[in-house]
């Protein structure tokens, strides 16, 4: 069951409400590897800095909550990777399966394609079922598997790649 929701530019003024869709991940699951929560500061220069280039999306239901937020940043920093973006979507943990990633992704890709962006990568802590799923359903090929490369909760924690090709 899908919602009615639009998608829009995230401004900084969204931080607080991005910080609180963003808390859970950080505190209860290896899903991101950062191990505290931003703060809404911290949340409106993230914001500030990649919307310029690739673009920071939120969803939102007509009575203005924000459900979630996707966007794309740097993928690796060198100049030969200036055609690839990373990209993140993060949902109301209340909100699962009800179309919230699909339709930020489905808005984020073709802006990130119109931007000049070749390659899209995706990083998926392992496991992580529901993600993988959303990623291949979104076009996305598991390419490689890196093995323990993060440390959270005293636990060794791989990542997927998952990349798109938009040319």
Request: hydrophobic residues 35%.
């Given at each position: 069951?899908?919602?009615?929701?639009?998608?829009r530019p995230a401004t900084a003024q969204d931080a607080t409400a991005l910080q609180a869709i963003?808390?859970?991940?950080v505190?209860?699951?290896?899903i991101s590897f950062e191990t505290q929560v931003p703060d809404?500061?911290?949340m409106a220069r993230r914001i500030e800095t990649?919307?310029?280039?690739y673009g920071y999306w939120v969803a939102q239901k007509n009575d203005g909550q924000i459900l979630g937020y996707a966007y794309g940043s740097t993928y690796r920093p060198r100049p030969a990777y200036?055609?690839?973006?990373?990209v993140s979507v993060y949902v109301d943990r209340s909100m699962p399966a009800?179309?919230?990633g699909r339709a930020l992704y489905g808005h984020m890709i073709p802006d990130l394609k119109a931007r000049g962006y070749h390659t899209l990568i995706g990083v998926v802590t392992q496991p992580n079922a529901p993600s993988e799923g959303f990623h291949r359903?979104?076009?996305?090929?598991?390419?490689?598997?890196t093995r323990q490369v993060g440390r959270k909760f005293d636990v060794w924690h791989d990542i997927a790649l998952y990349q798109k090709m938009l040319a």
């Amino acid at each position: 069951m899908t919602i009615d929701l639009s998608i829009r530019p995230a401004t900084a003024q969204d931080a607080t409400a991005l910080q609180a869709i963003y808390a859970p991940y950080v505190l209860e699951t290896a899903i991101s590897f950062e191990t505290q929560v931003p703060d809404p500061s911290e949340m409106a220069r993230r914001i500030e800095t990649y919307q310029p280039d690739y673009g920071y999306w939120v969803a939102q239901k007509n009575d203005g909550q924000i459900l979630g937020y996707a966007y794309g940043s740097t993928y690796r920093p060198r100049p030969a990777y200036r055609f690839t973006a990373e990209v993140s979507v993060y949902v109301d943990r209340s909100m699962p399966a009800k179309g919230v990633g699909r339709a930020l992704y489905g808005h984020m890709i073709p802006d990130l394609k119109a931007r000049g962006y070749h390659t899209l990568i995706g990083v998926v802590t392992q496991p992580n079922a529901p993600s993988e799923g959303f990623h291949r359903s979104m076009g996305f090929e598991c390419i490689g598997i890196t093995r323990q490369v993060g440390r959270k909760f005293d636990v060794w924690h791989d990542i997927a790649l998952y990349q798109k090709m938009l040319a």
